[in-house]
């Protein structure tokens, strides 16, 4: 079992810059995939970011390829969100997600465990 708990959002000035955190409990986060996904107002959750267990591979979304980087410390069990150049289409609740397989947290089906999200607001 996975608990997956985000922190780091916050209100923003369109240019400005935030780092959002997930903690993950449980011993064996160093063997999942972990990924980043977002769900603005009235849209549906769409993947941002993908991490595999190693740290060696990373997946972006073309919306923030340039702009967000996806990290991990297995150490301190936590992956990271650095968004760097916010503008207000990066508005919205930001979820983190383990999962075993790689295809599946790009693909945002059948992850094994979500966090409950926290919410990234971009002011013009």
């Known amino acids: 079992q996975v608990q997956l708990v985000e922190s780091g959002g916050g209100l923003v000035q369109a240019g400005g810059s935030l780092r959002l955190s997930c903690a993950a409990s449980?011993?064996?986060?160093?063997?999942?995939?972990m990924g980043w996904f977002r769900q603005a107002p009235g849209k549906e959750r769409e993947f941002v970011a993908a991490?595999?267990?190693?740290?060696?591979?990373?997946y972006y979304a073309d919306s923030v390829k340039g702009r967000f980087t996806i990290s991990r410390a297995n150490a301190k069990n936590t992956v990271y969100l650095q968004m760097n150049s916010l503008n207000p289409a990066d508005t919205a609740v930001y979820y983190c997600?383990?999962?075993?397989?790689?295809?599946?947290?790009?693909?945002?089906?059948?992850?094994?465990?979500w966090g409950k999200g926290t919410l990234v607001t971009v002011s013009s």
């Open positions: 997600a383990a999962d075993r397989f790689m295809t599946r947290v790009v693909a945002g089906l059948g992850i094994d465990y």
């Open positions: 449980g011993r064996t986060f160093s063997s999942y995939n």
């Open positions: 991490i595999s267990w190693t740290g060696d591979n990373t």
